[in-house]
């Protein structure tokens, strides 16, 4: 994904701080080395985050002037009440005056620097009590049985909204602390706006400067309402309010049915305005009014718990949908070069109106899901060159699918054809919701495996072989990780470094607030308020102009997307995908399975010539009699194989492997396609009876 200056962030770091330098008695030296303390509050987007921060709020700031000769250890004391808390190393760069940045233990009510000598000896720097609120809190909520956002029909709520169903029941969760010293009574007060006369109250008691969770039980919701607001306050002793939240709820009456295996179109909610930039300035509108209404929503419902979704609010662009309320997308045909004449990157993503992305479901039975994306990449202002893609997704029972993508464009056209980009519901701040060590990298020939951690750290993820297995977590929570494999891709793509706002590192790495869904405004190069207005994406790693081998490729006279006759060039390119808990030896022999498909000795029928569609991971056969038998003969691993078989019956009458019949839920057959769910490395017979 291209990037551009987008201005600077302004309103997100508060610009004041709570102590100054200490000298005589609150000040200490040794020799000449010195030391300050400073606190400041945490940025916003930087960690702890939400119920985490309570008590937590502030930063400490460390500097050791360049007066004097550098100590060989430095250490920060916290504590309260007198009583030590923690120590923690400080550590510096080793220049001559440097800074560090620790952020404050939760009850410490007092902060000491000390630095060791050559003797071996602590001796204390400087020493400082910050100015902290007498009373913080804060508060999360959750429905009592979560359920996955899509099967709600709801797509990126924002992170700090309840979605839940109508009539049921809730928590809030609350952290809570007070300085003041002994023990003190409080009261906390649930109500929902619709109603008030079912509030809950709960009493707690705060040992000062002691950090106390809780969670409250919430009224049951109302059952015919679309949405509500929570009420949450907090009394002292004396009746007064100490603090105050509000919640919006997002409440869901009635659910679609939806199938187990298979696509489902729908339209999805999302209940904000859809931020939009005009001059400069947020014109936002309704989501409701954003296209025109034949235009749906597409989900591919997967047994393992996956969800595929090509959301009009994402120009189509299908991603992954974890139960947490965030997505992945592996990109797609981005235009990188020649670029003149056109504003921004020509890219699917600018097609916010959907004046060229189309879906469609090819196949939707019981043995396989084909959905097909076509697209062209147009510019900020829609501005087209006549180059188009087509991309095909397949996906059987067993969760697991192949993305298929091909590009007809000008022979001297430069495509970037993947990334690995997370998205993000409004109010989701990147290092909230990502996890340190996002990837996992897999290598296909010795199975040996490295770990990705955002912002890059360790770069020896690059040391090992092609071709690799790609796997990502795309939320801290999500048991699930999403993969991609190429065998035909050799060469490693590069991390995206992370930006930086007020000389604080704030995202893992790259983040923009232009896709999806928003519209007006550019391909940034800095983090912006529109975090709070709207969805945004992460992008992780790129491929840019590195893309596998493709499996066919021809450059011959044809129409180009506007009619125009001119000479283009086709290209096709296969990756395994899916989103899975499978271990990583198992997701190996999968890949193996894929890259090197099993031999086949067929009697009763015959294979055809192309007899292995990697594209749809399946074999193709004719059948010539009621009765084939397959000598299955693997490579590597045979893992879940597919049959696509002409000409035989809608019924199938017995199946069996090696002479067990197969269980009905271990295979399934739509009259022209045949999964079978099992995992082997020896030589298997498949015997098939067909009915009249």
């Not at 119920?51 to 920060?76: F, H």
């Not at 010293?181 to 009261?187: A, L, Q």
């Not at 034949?294 to 591919?300: S, T």
């Not at 029928?605 to 399946?618: I, K, L, V």
Request: aromatic share 12%; hydrophobic share 35%.
């Amino acid at each position: 994904m291209c990037s551009y200056s987008n201005g600077k962030i302004s309103g997100i770091l508060l610009s004041f701080f709570c102590s100054v330098i200490f000298f005589s008695g609150g000040y200490s030296q040794t020799g000449n080395e010195t030391a300050t303390i400073n606190f400041e509050p945490v940025h916003a987007w930087r960690p702890p985050f939400g119920l985490d921060r309570v008590g937590r709020s502030m930063d400490v700031i460390i500097t050791i002037p360049g007066n004097g000769s550098r100590l060989s250890a430095y250490q920060l004391t916290s504590l309260s009440n007198g009583q030590k808390l923690a120590t923690e190393t400080i550590s510096f760069t080793g220049s001559k005056s440097d800074s560090s940045r620790l952020t404050i233990q939760e009850s410490a009510d007092e902060i000491i620097v000390q630095g060791k000598t050559t003797s071996g000896q602590w001796k204390e720097l400087a020493r400082s009590k910050p100015s902290l609120p007498v009373f913080e809190c804060d508060a999360a909520t959750r429905p009592a049985a979560f359920k996955h956002p899509i099967d709600m029909g709801v797509i990126l709520a924002p992170a700090n909204w309840l979605v839940i169903n109508g009539g049921q029941q809730s928590f809030a969760d609350l952290a809570l602390i007070s300085r003041k010293r002994g023990t003190e009574k409080f009261e906390v007060k649930a109500w929902f706006t619709s109603q008030p006369e079912k509030a809950v109250t709960k009493s707690i008691s705060l040992l000062g400067n002691k950090k106390t969770s809780v969670a409250i039980p919430l009224p049951t919701t109302s059952n015919n309402l679309e949405t509500d607001s929570l009420h949450l306050t907090v009394k002292d002793a004396s009746g007064t309010k100490v603090w105050e939240k509000g919640v919006h709820v997002m409440l869901v009456q009635k659910m679609q049915k939806l199938p187990g295996f298979g696509v489902a179109e729908m339209k999805l909610r999302y209940d904000m305005p859809i931020t939009n930039i005009v001059d400069g300035k947020n014109q936002p509108f309704s989501y409701d009014s954003a296209w025109s209404p034949e235009k749906k929503d597409y989900v591919v419902f997967l047994p393992n718990g996956s969800r595929w979704v090509f959301w009009r609010g994402a120009s189509y662009i299908p991603v992954w949908v974890s139960k947490y309320n965030t997505g992945l997308s592996y990109e797609w045909a981005e235009r990188i070069s020649p670029l003149d004449g056109f504003k921004d990157c020509p890219e699917p993503l600018m097609d916010k109106q959907l004046r060229y992305g189309k879906v469609e479901v090819i196949e939707n039975t019981n043995a396989r899901v084909h959905v097909r994306w076509n697209y062209q990449s147009c510019d900020f202002n829609y501005k087209v060159n006549g180059d188009f893609a087509q991309e095909d997704y397949y996906f059987y029972p067993d969760g697991l699918g192949t993305r298929v993508l091909t590009l007809t464009c000008l022979p001297v056209a430069e495509y970037e054809v993947a990334e690995f980009i997370l998205l993000a519901p409004p109010a989701a701040l990147p290092f909230d919701v990502m996890p340190e060590k996002p990837m996992q990298i897999i290598s296909y020939q010795t199975g040996k495996s490295a770990s990705l951690s955002l912002p890059e750290k360790d770069t020896t993820w690059k040391t090992l072989g092609d071709p690799v297995i790609y796997r990502m977590k795309i939320h801290k929570k999500e048991p699930l990780t999403a993969f991609s494999f190429s065998p035909l891709l050799h060469k490693k793509p590069w991390a995206f470094a992370p930006f930086k706002d007020q000389g604080l590192v704030v995202t893992p790495a790259y983040w923009g607030g232009h896709w999806p869904l928003s519209q007006g405004f550019n391909t940034g190069r800095s983090i912006s308020e529109s975090i709070w207005t709207g969805p945004s994406h992460n992008s992780l790693i790129t491929f840019a102009n590195k893309r596998p081998e493709p499996i066919r490729s021809k450059t011959f006279e044809t129409r180009d997307a506007l009619g125009v006759v001119k000479p283009m060039r086709e290209e096709t390119w296969v990756w395994l995908i899916g989103m899975t808990d499978e271990s990583d030896q198992s997701l190996l022999e999968t890949s193996r399975s894929f890259a090197q498909p099993a031999t086949l000795t067929v009697k009763g029928g015959r294979q055809e010539p192309d007899g292995y569609a990697s594209e749809r991971r399946a074999f193709k056969l004719i059948a010539d009699s009621k009765k084939l038998n397959i000598t299955i003969q693997p490579q590597s691993w045979c893992v879940n194989p597919a049959f696509e078989i002409k000409f035989a019956s809608k019924e199938i009458k017995k199946i069996s492997l090696n002479g067990v019949a197969l269980a009905a839920d271990k295979y399934q057959w739509d009259g022209s396609t045949l999964w079978i769910n099992a995992k082997f490395s020896d030589k298997r017979v498949l015997e098939i009876q067909f009915g009249d």
